[in-house]
């Protein structure tokens, strides 16, 4: 069964600094991996998809990689802001039962 | 361009009632499926559709009924909503299910249920 973690479940940072936000996930046979972002009584908004034969993706000061073998994806945000502050998930899709696994997210506050 | 449009935002539901919750696409997408979210549980997948006329059990599909009559709409049904259902729940739809191909997934704002 997979299972997808993300820590820490929070993080509080100042403006500017550059941030990478960190995603584990246990069976290395998936085809994709998405990042979210959602914001509090919102929905999940797709970042950044990332298919199994890519390495990285990238969109605007957001960078995304992927690294199947060891399991893990990485979200790289540049110069934080205020209003990246949110939870950010990720979600795998293995292709059974069409299901995507999702993480359980990191909370980011940036602090002006 | 609306996307993903579920309906109700807010509903308030009392032990032993029946409601629909609906979702609606315009993208045209293949793929729909319903998640609950739960404080510490993450998004769960209730039940999803890979096309019209075609629907499938997720992870926690006790107590929930969906049908797929065209590629647009996707509505979830509580038969006998209990206080075990309190959740947000949320709709979202991806271009195709062919599980090779698998394009972004798109949500709906969601729908906050309440059953007393």
């Known amino acids: 069964k997979q299972e997808v973690t993300q820590i820490p479940a929070a993080l509080s940072v100042p403006e500017g600094e550059n941030l990478v936000l960190n995603c584990s996930f246990t069976?290395?046979?998936?085809?994709?991996l998405q990042w979210f972002r959602q914001d509090p009584g919102k929905g999940l908004t797709s970042l950044l998809l990332?298919?199994?034969?890519?390495r990285e993706q990238t969109s605007g000061r957001l960078n995304a990689s992927l690294d199947k073998s060891s399991g893990r994806s990485t979200l790289y945000i540049a110069a934080s802001q205020p209003g990246d502050s949110a939870t950010y998930l990720c979600?795998?899709?293995?292709?059974?039962?069409?299901?995507?696994?999702f993480g359980k997210g990191i909370t980011l506050s940036v602090r002006p | 361009n609306a996307g993903v449009t579920q309906t109700p935002k807010f509903q308030v539901l009392k032990t032993g009632q029946s409601m629909t919750l609906q979702c609606a696409q315009d993208m045209n997408h293949e793929y729909m499926s319903w998640y609950r979210q739960d404080p510490g549980m993450g998004l769960r997948l209730i039940h999803y559709s890979v096309g019209a006329g075609i629907t499938d059990q997720g992870e926690v599909p006790n107590g929930y009924n969906v049908s797929r009559s065209t590629t647009e709409d996707f509505p979830l049904r509580l038969l006998l909503a209990a206080p075990s259902q309190t959740s947000v729940y949320f709709c979202?739809?991806?271009?195709?299910?062919?599980?090779?191909?698998?394009?972004?997934?798109?949500f709906g704002e969601g729908s906050r249920l309440t059953v007393l």
């Open positions: 979202a739809s991806s271009r195709d299910a062919s599980g090779t191909n698998t394009g972004e997934l798109f």
């Open positions: 990332i298919q199994s034969s890519q």
């Open positions: 979600a795998v899709y293995t292709g059974a039962n069409s299901k995507l696994t």
């Open positions: 069976d290395s046979a998936i085809y994709n």
